[in-house]
Protein backbone atom coordinates (compact mmCIF):
# COMPACT_ATOMS: atom_id res chain seq x y z
CA UNK A 1 0.00 0.00 0.00
CA UNK A 2 2.77 2.37 0.97
CA UNK A 3 4.30 1.81 -2.57
CA UNK A 4 1.53 2.57 -4.27
CA UNK A 5 0.40 6.62 -5.31
CA UNK A 6 -1.88 7.13 -3.10
CA UNK A 7 -4.63 5.80 -0.68
CA UNK A 8 -8.07 6.40 -0.17
CA UNK A 9 -9.67 5.96 3.20
CA UNK A 10 -13.26 4.86 3.48
CA UNK A 11 -14.39 8.42 4.25
CA UNK A 12 -13.55 9.41 0.36
CA UNK A 13 -9.92 11.20 2.11
CA UNK A 14 -6.77 10.69 -0.73
CA UNK A 15 -3.24 10.27 0.87
CA UNK A 16 -0.08 10.72 -1.34
CA UNK A 17 2.12 7.65 -1.09
CA UNK A 18 5.48 7.05 -2.61
CA UNK A 19 4.19 6.35 -5.85
CA UNK A 20 6.84 3.54 -6.94
CA UNK A 21 3.45 1.19 -8.41
CA UNK A 22 0.99 3.03 -9.70
CA UNK A 23 -2.47 2.69 -9.03
CA UNK A 24 -4.36 3.62 -5.82
CA UNK A 25 -5.09 2.12 -2.93
CA UNK A 26 -9.00 2.36 -2.15
CA UNK A 27 -10.03 1.03 1.46
CA UNK A 28 -13.12 -1.05 1.42
CA UNK A 29 -15.78 -2.23 4.44
CA UNK A 30 -15.17 -5.44 3.64
CA UNK A 31 -13.01 -8.08 3.32
CA UNK A 32 -11.66 -8.36 -0.66
CA UNK A 33 -9.43 -11.29 -0.02
CA UNK A 34 -9.08 -13.91 2.70
CA UNK A 35 -7.56 -17.60 2.54
CA UNK A 36 -4.71 -19.69 0.85
CA UNK A 37 -3.24 -18.70 -3.07
CA UNK A 38 -0.80 -20.57 -5.48
CA UNK A 39 1.35 -18.12 -7.18
CA UNK A 40 3.31 -19.08 -10.78
CA UNK A 41 6.21 -16.79 -11.96
CA UNK A 42 5.16 -15.73 -15.54
CA UNK A 43 8.15 -13.78 -15.87
CA UNK A 44 12.00 -13.67 -14.48
CA UNK A 45 12.01 -11.36 -11.02
CA UNK A 46 13.82 -11.02 -8.13
CA UNK A 47 12.42 -14.15 -7.01
CA UNK A 48 13.97 -15.94 -10.13
CA UNK A 49 13.32 -17.55 -13.27
CA UNK A 50 9.74 -17.79 -14.95
CA UNK A 51 7.88 -21.15 -13.39
CA UNK A 52 8.32 -21.02 -10.20
CA UNK A 53 5.27 -22.11 -7.92
CA UNK A 54 5.08 -21.31 -4.19
CA UNK A 55 2.06 -20.55 -2.21
CA UNK A 56 1.09 -17.81 -0.02
CA UNK A 57 -1.75 -16.06 2.30
CA UNK A 58 -4.01 -13.08 1.75
CA UNK A 59 -6.18 -11.18 4.25
CA UNK A 60 -6.80 -7.80 2.95
CA UNK A 61 -9.61 -4.81 3.08
CA UNK A 62 -8.13 -2.92 -0.11
CA UNK A 63 -7.96 -3.08 -3.59
CA UNK A 64 -5.20 -2.00 -6.09
CA UNK A 65 -7.46 0.38 -8.49
CA UNK A 66 -6.06 1.88 -11.63
CA UNK A 67 -3.00 0.32 -11.89
CA UNK A 68 -1.63 0.69 -15.73
CA UNK A 69 -3.22 -1.74 -18.01
CA UNK A 70 0.68 -2.66 -19.39
CA UNK A 71 2.06 -2.34 -15.95
CA UNK A 72 4.18 -5.52 -15.22
CA UNK A 73 2.37 -7.90 -13.67
CA UNK A 74 5.31 -10.67 -12.98
CA UNK A 75 2.86 -13.64 -11.82
CA UNK A 76 -0.41 -14.68 -11.60
CA UNK A 77 -2.36 -16.17 -8.23
CA UNK A 78 -4.96 -18.87 -8.33
CA UNK A 79 -7.37 -18.47 -5.01
CA UNK A 80 -7.78 -22.14 -3.45
CA UNK A 81 -11.47 -21.88 -2.21
CA UNK A 82 -12.48 -20.71 -5.63
CA UNK A 83 -9.93 -21.50 -8.36
CA UNK A 84 -10.24 -18.03 -9.16
CA UNK A 85 -7.13 -16.75 -11.26
CA UNK A 86 -5.67 -13.35 -11.38
CA UNK A 87 -2.37 -11.20 -12.28
CA UNK A 88 -0.26 -9.66 -9.66
CA UNK A 89 2.78 -9.49 -8.41
CA UNK A 90 3.50 -5.47 -9.45
CA UNK A 91 7.40 -4.95 -10.71
CA UNK A 92 8.49 -1.80 -10.81
CA UNK A 93 12.72 -1.87 -11.72
CA UNK A 94 13.61 -3.73 -8.91
CA UNK A 95 10.66 -3.35 -6.43
CA UNK A 96 8.17 -6.22 -6.28
CA UNK A 97 4.96 -5.57 -4.83
CA UNK A 98 2.11 -8.10 -3.87
CA UNK A 99 -0.92 -8.68 -1.41
CA UNK A 100 0.25 -12.22 -1.31
CA UNK A 101 2.58 -13.29 2.05
CA UNK A 102 4.42 -15.72 0.86
CA UNK A 103 5.42 -19.13 2.43
CA UNK A 104 8.69 -19.27 1.87
CA UNK A 105 9.37 -23.00 3.03
CA UNK A 106 6.53 -24.17 0.04
CA UNK A 107 9.52 -23.51 -2.26
CA UNK A 108 12.68 -22.64 -0.59
CA UNK A 109 14.25 -21.93 -4.29
CA UNK A 110 12.37 -18.70 -4.12
CA UNK A 111 13.46 -17.49 -0.99
CA UNK A 112 17.04 -18.57 -2.46
CA UNK A 113 16.68 -16.70 -5.71
CA UNK A 114 15.24 -13.74 -3.08
CA UNK A 115 18.60 -13.70 -1.25
CA UNK A 116 20.63 -14.07 -4.25
CA UNK A 117 18.62 -11.17 -6.57
CA UNK A 118 19.71 -8.88 -3.13
CA UNK A 119 22.97 -9.72 -3.22
CA UNK A 120 23.82 -9.76 -6.28
CA UNK A 121 22.62 -6.02 -6.28
CA UNK A 122 24.68 -5.64 -3.12
CA UNK A 123 27.89 -6.11 -5.37
CA UNK A 124 26.82 -4.18 -8.46
CA UNK A 125 26.86 -1.50 -6.56
Known amino acids: MYLSSAIRTLDGARYPMVGLIPGEVAM ?3 LQALGYVEIETTHPSILGPAGLRFRG ?3 RYSELR ?3 ESFDCVYRIRRWRT ?4 REGYRNTNVLAS ?5 WASNPSVAAGFVKSCAD ?3 SQ
Not at 83 to 86: F, Q
Not at 99 to 103: K, W
Open 66 to 68: YPH
Open 99 to 103: YVHAH
Open 28 to 30: RDR
Open 83 to 86: GETL
Open 121 to 123: RGR
Open 57 to 59: HQF
